[in-house]
C-alpha cells in the first residue's frame, strides 16, 4: 500500500505531503536518523571498528539538529559523560564494540543505580579481546546483560535489518524513558553496515522525558507511585530539585545509605523488578510460519535472517518448521520461551557465539521441548544450509 | 520512607547550605575535608545566593568525594575517577550551570588522570578542587602519586619508591588556565582562590593540602594529631614568590603555596561547542 503510494509520487513527479518516505540507507544511518527522530541531543563516543560510523555521522547531524557531539579520551569518559548529559535533561546515547563496552561496564553499573537513562549502541565484533576487528559476532549478549558487577537487570534490543535498526532505537530511547535505564541496541558488524530500503515514518512514538509532578521539597527522585517499580519523572540538574545522583547504595531520595541491608535490599530488588517484572510489557518478538509449526527457529539479528530462508526450505522438504525473532533480547521472555516448547517438539537457537542465549531458551523451555544451539564462530554468518541440518537432525 | 529529621546544633552556613539532617559528617576528627566544604560553601556564599542555585556538585570516590553530599545542592557522587568526563558533559549541556568538581589526589592524579589532562586540554570551565591528602585515605591508607619518598604507608611497607606527580606542572603543561595550590591552614587564602577559581571562565584547578591526620598523620607526619599536621603545613609552605629565589635543595620537603597562573588566551571549551552549533545551524547571531 505504501510502495504504491511512494510509486505514485514518483509518477506523477511531485511529492505528497506523505508521512512516511521509502529511501536506500545503511545501518548506521538508520540508527543516527532515528537517534535524533528518538530526541538523542548528546552523544559522546571513541571510534572503534565498526561502531565509528555511528560517531562519525552523529558527529556530522547532531549539531545540525542543535545537538552535542563529544569524541571524548575513552570509552570511561564517553559512557561517565552520558550520565551527566542525562542528569543535565538531555537524551544521550554513545556507541562503541566490544573493547569499549568491556571499560564501559563499571559506568553502566552506575547509570543502573543511578536509573539514569540512556542509550548504549554495541556493534559487535568478535572477541575476546581486540580479536577480529572487521567481523560480526553475537559475542556480547551475556556481557550486557551480567557484565557490570552486582545484581541489576536490563533491556537489550537486536536489530535484525536495516529497519529494525531504525525502529528499534526509537524502542530503545523509548524504554530508556520508560523505565529509567540504560538500554542496550544489541548491533553486530553486518547490520551496521547493511544497505537495505528503509521506510522513514515520522509518526513514531516518542517518549518524552516526564518532569516533576511535585514541587522539590516534597518530591523523591528515586520514589516509585504505589505498586510500580519506577519513579518516571525525572528533574534536570540546575532546577532546584538538588538531587543526589549517586553511585553508592541509597534510599529513594538519594541518600546515601550505604550500611543498611534493609535499604539496600529495597533499592537493588526495586531495579531488578522494574525490569523483570514488566517483562510482559518489555519483551517483543515476531512469529514466522507458527502457526502449524513442530519445530522452532528462535533466532536474533543477523541469524534470524538465514533462518526465515531455512525454514522456507525445510517446509519444501516437508518438515513444518516456523521461526521466532527475539526482538528484545533481556530482559528474557520466560513466558514465551515456554509457551513456545509446549507448543513445539524442538528448538533451534543459531547464534554467532559459542551458544549462549540457547542456555536461557533451555532453561525457559523447562524440558519441554529439545533445545539444540547452533554456534558459529570467528565472523561467520550462518548458511541457511548451517540451520537446515540442525533442523533435519531435530526432525527425525 | 520519611525525611530524617536535623539536629539543632548546626552552624548558620551549615542550615543555609547543608543537607543538616545528615550530619554529623563521616569524617574522621581533624579531617581537612571539613575546613574544605566550608571554603567552598564560603566562596559560593560571598559571591551571591542566586550562584548557589546554579552550582552543581561532582564528586568521586574517596573520602575527598563526600565532601559535597552533605550539600543542599545537586550533587553527583560519581565513581572513583570518572568526575571530570560527567562535569564536562553537564557544562557542555547546561553552560550556565556553576559546576564544581572535587576530588582526592588518587582520585585525579591515578585513576582520573587520564580525564585530567584532557579536561584541562579542552579548558574546559569547571572549577576542580583537589584534595590531597598525600595518600589514599577512604581505602585505609596506600601509596598514591603524590606520598614522599620513603614514606611506609600499606602497600610501601618497605618505604615509598614512587616518583611524585606535581599537579601544578601537570596542569600548566596539559593548558589548565588557573591553579592555585594552598594547605587547609591557609583558609582565607584557599577560599578567596576558589573564589577566583570559580569566577575564571576555563579549566580552575585548586589544589588543597589537606590533612588526614588517621592515615598520612600516622604514616608521614609520625602522629595523628590535626593540630600538629596544621602548624606542620604552616612551617614548611612557601609562597610561590620566594619559591623563586631557593634552590631545589632549599625547597625538598616545602609546599609552594599561593596563585601559580591564570591565563585568558585559550578559549573555553562549552563557548566553542555551542559556537559551532550555531553555525551548523546556519544561525548567525
Ligand atoms: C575502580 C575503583 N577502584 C578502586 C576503588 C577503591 N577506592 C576507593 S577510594 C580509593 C582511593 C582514595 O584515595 P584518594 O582518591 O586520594 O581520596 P581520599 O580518600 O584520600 O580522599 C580507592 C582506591 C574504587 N572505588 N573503584
Known amino acids: 500500500m505504501y510502495f504504491l503510494a511512494s510509486c505514485l509520487v514518483r509518477i506523477l513527479g511531485r511529492s505528497f505531503p506523505l508521512k512516511k518516505e521509502k529511501k536506500l540507507m545503511i545501518g548506521y544511518d538508520a540508527v543516527t536518523d532515528a ?362 | 520512607m520519611v525525611r530524617r529529621s536535623p539536629p539543632d546544633f548546626a552552624h548558620y552556613l551549615a542550615k543555609k547550605y547543608m543537607r543538616t539532617e545528615m550530619l554529623p559528617t563521616a569524617f574522621c576528627p581533624g579531617c581537612g575535608l571539613g575546613i574544605i566544604e566550608r571554603a567552598i560553601i564560603m566562596a559560593i556564599d560571598e559571591l551571591g545566593k542566586d550562584l548557589w542555585e546554579r552550582t552543581v556538585f561532582v564528586s568521586g570516590i574517596g573520602c575527598s568525594g563526600w565532601i559535597p553530599v552533605y550539600f543542599k545542592c545537586d550533587v553527583l557522587h560519581t565513581l572513583h575517577g570518572r568526575a571530570l568526563p560527567i562535569a564536562t558533559a553537564i557544562k557542555v549541556c547546561r553552560p550556565e550551570l556553576n559546576v564544581v568538581v572535587t576530588m582526592g589526589d588518587g582520585d585525579s592524579m591515578a585513576i582520573g588522570g587520564n580525564h585530567l589532562i584532557h579536561a584541562a586540554r579542552r579548558n574546559i570551565d569547571l572549577t576542580v578542587v583537589v584534595a590531597n591528602n598525600m595518600l589514599y585515605s577512604l581505602t585505609g591508607g596506600q601509596v598514591a602519586p603524590t606520598t614522599p619518598q620513603n614514606v611506609y604507608t600499606n602497600t610501601t611497607p618497605y618505604g615509598n619508591f614512587e616518583p611524585n606527580f606535581n599537579l601544578m606542572e601537570l596542569m600548566k603543561a596539559a593548558g589548565a588556565t588557573y591553579f592555585a595550590r594552598w594547605t587547609t591552614w591557609h583558609f582565607v587564602q584557599l577560599k578567596n582562590s576558589i573564589k577566583k577559581a570559580m569566577e575564571h571562565r576555563g579549566f580552575a584547578v585548586v589544589e588543597v593540602v589537606s590533612q588526614c591526620p588517621t592515615y598520612a598523620g600516622r604514616y608521614i607526619l609520625g602522629k595523628p594529631d590535626p593540630r600538629d599536621f596544621m602548624e606542620w603545613f604552616k612551617e614548611n609552605s612557601v609562597p610561590v614568590e620566594k619559591s623563586k629565589e631557593m634552590s631545589e635543595e632549599e625547597l625538598q620537603g616545602k609546599i609552594v603555596v599561593g596563585e601559580f597562573f591564570k591565563r585568558s588566551d585559550r578559549r573555553e571549551f562549552a563557548e566553542k561547542v555551542h559556537t559551532l552549533i550555531r553555525a551548523a545551524r546556519g544561525d548567525s547571531g
Open chain 1, 35 to 396: 537517534a535524533i527522530l528518538a530526541g538523542c541531543r548528546f552523544f559522546a563516543g571513541y571510534p572503534i571498528t565498526p561502531a565509528t560510523e555511528i560517531a562519525e555521522r552523529m558527529a556530522e547531524k547532531l549539531p545540525k539538529s542543535g545537538g552535542i557531539f563529544l569524541q571524548m579520551e575513552d570509552e570511561l569518559a564517553s559512557i561517565n559523560s552520558l550520565i551527566g548529559a542525562s542528569w543535565a535533561g538531555f537524551k544521550a546515547m554513545t556507541a562503541t564494540s566490544g573493547p569499549g563496552l568491556s571499560l564501559m561496564m563499571e559506568g553502566l553499573g552506575y547509570a543502573v543505580l543511578s536509573e539514569t537513562p540512556m542509550v548504549i549502541v554495541d556493534v559487535q565484533r568478535v572477541g575476546p579481546s581486540t580479536g577480529m576487528v572487521t567481523y560480526p559476532s553475537q559475542g556480547d549478549v551475556c556481557q550486557v546483560r551480567w557484565g557490570s558487577h552486582g545484581d541489576y537487570s536490563i533491556i537489550a534490543i537486536a536489530p535484525a535489518s536495516v529497519q529494525d535498526s531504525f525502529d528499534y532505537t526509537i524502542m530503545a530511547f523509548n524504554y530508556a524513558e520508560l523505565y529509567r535505564t540504560p538500554v542496550i541496541l544489541l548491533m553486530d558488524e553486518v547490520i551496521a553496515h547493511l544497505r537495505e530500503p528503509l521506510i522513514v515514518r515520522e509518526d513514531v512514538e516518542i517518549v518524552k522525558r516526564k518532569r516533576p509532578s511535585m514541587p522539590p521539597e516534597e518530591f523523591m527522585p528515586f520514589m516509585p507511585k504505589p505498586g510500580e517499580y519506577v519513579q518516571r519523572e525525572m528533574p534536570a540538574l540546575g532546577e532546584g530539585y538538588k538531587v543526589i545522583v549517586e553511585s553508592t547504595m541509597h534510599d529513594e531520595l538519594g541518600y546515601r545509605e550505604s550500611e543498611s541491608h534493609e535499604v539496600g535490599s529495597r533499592t537493588i530488588a526495586r531495579l531488578w523488578n522494574k525490569i523483570e517484572k514488566n517483562v510482559e510489557k518489555i519483551a517483543k518478538e515476531e512469529f514466522y510460519f507458527m502457526e502449524d509449526a513442530e519445530i522452532a527457529v528462535v533466532s536474533y539479528g543477523c541469524p534470524f535472517r538465514s533462518a526465515i530462508n531455512a525454514a522456507k526450505t525445510a517446509r519444501k522438504e516437508g518438515i513444518n518448521v516456523g521461526v521466532v525473532k527475539m526482538i528484545t533480547i533481556w530482559p528474557f521472555h520466560d513466558s514465551m520461551i515456554e509457551k513456545l516448547a509446549e507448543k513445539v517438539k524442538a528448538i533451534v537457537v543459531p547464534e554467532m557465539n559459542m551458544s549462549k542465549i540457547v542456555r536461557e531458551v533451555a532453561r525457559a523451555a523447562k524440558g519441554k521441548a529439545k533445545v539444540l544451539g547452533v554456534p558459529k564462530l570467528a565472523g561467520q554468518m550462518h548458511t541457511p544450509e548451517d540451520i537446515l541440518v540442525a533442523i533435519r537432525s531435530v526432525a527425525r
